[in-house]
């Protein structure tokens, strides 16, 4: 339920977000995901019955109703996944398309990522979706656990090593997640950053005018090593 909400949340603010369902999603989710959409476009002042809530209400049917395997995109998507079965028959494409997806969903949209020579890379993050992760980073900045959050990381290398994907994982205050997608080349003194450095700030707040004004950010320390291993063979690859 909660993916299925994120991903109407993300469309509601223009995002273009991705969420591959499980090939065995039940019937009754895609009831689930209708009514999140009627409640979603009510608190939007769209109330059910209305020409836009009939409207994105028809492209949420149409979504569920294309095959995952019609069109390739990997953004701005709804489709169910491949089953272990069909994923032993999926031909290149078919397989690519799924996996893009599966890579993309659930990341947040990354905004701006910033390579400082006084404190740790930023990464500015757009949560428009995810009104629960900005809650955290305030808190986490404010009012931080005394021994620091209980995180886990974790880098995965993508598209032939151009793209990486930095997952986040939170134990405490509240167990949450983010995932977050970089171009190894476009991003590259950033991550090398982080790499060299084993930590990166996380931010909703776009310090755009100074560094010095107030801004919730939460501090997250990664493994490095893994990270640099992912840009070696990026570079690697590219060669």
């Not at 986040?168 to 450095?197: F, G, K, M, Q, Y």
């Amino acid at each position: 339920m909660l993916p299925l909400l994120r991903f109407l949340r993300g469309r509601r603010a223009g995002q273009n977000p991705t969420l591959l369902l499980d090939p065995h999603t039940p019937t009754p989710a895609l009831t689930l995901l209708l009514l999140a959409g009627q409640a979603l476009l009510s608190a939007a002042a769209a109330p059910p019955g209305t020409p836009a809530a009939d409207a994105v209400l028809r492209e949420c049917l149409r979504r569920l109703a294309t095959s995952p395997l019609d069109d390739r995109a990997s953004v701005g998507d709804l489709a169910f996944g491949l089953s272990k079965g069909e994923l032993e028959r999926a031909g290149d494409e078919e397989f690519i398309r799924d996996q893009a997806r599966r890579i993309c969903s659930e990341t947040v949209p990354l905004r701006r990522a910033l390579a400082l020579t006084t404190r740790p890379s930023l990464l500015v993050l757009d949560l428009a979706a995810r009104p629960d992760l900005e809650d955290l980073l305030r808190v986490l900045h404010t009012d931080a656990p005394v021994d620091g959050a209980d995180t886990a990381t974790r880098w995965r290398s993508v598209g032939g090593g151009d793209v990486v994907r930095l997952e986040v994982d939170w134990l405490e205050p509240v167990r949450t997640s983010l995932a977050v997608l970089l171009n190894t080349v476009e991003h590259r003194a950033v991550l090398e950053r982080i790499a060299a450095e084993g930590r990166v700030d996380l931010t909703a707040t776009d310090p755009a005018d100074s560094l010095d004004d107030f801004f919730s950010l939460a501090r997250v320390t990664t493994n490095g090593e893994s990270l640099a291993d992912a840009l070696r063979r990026a570079a690697a690859s590219r060669s």
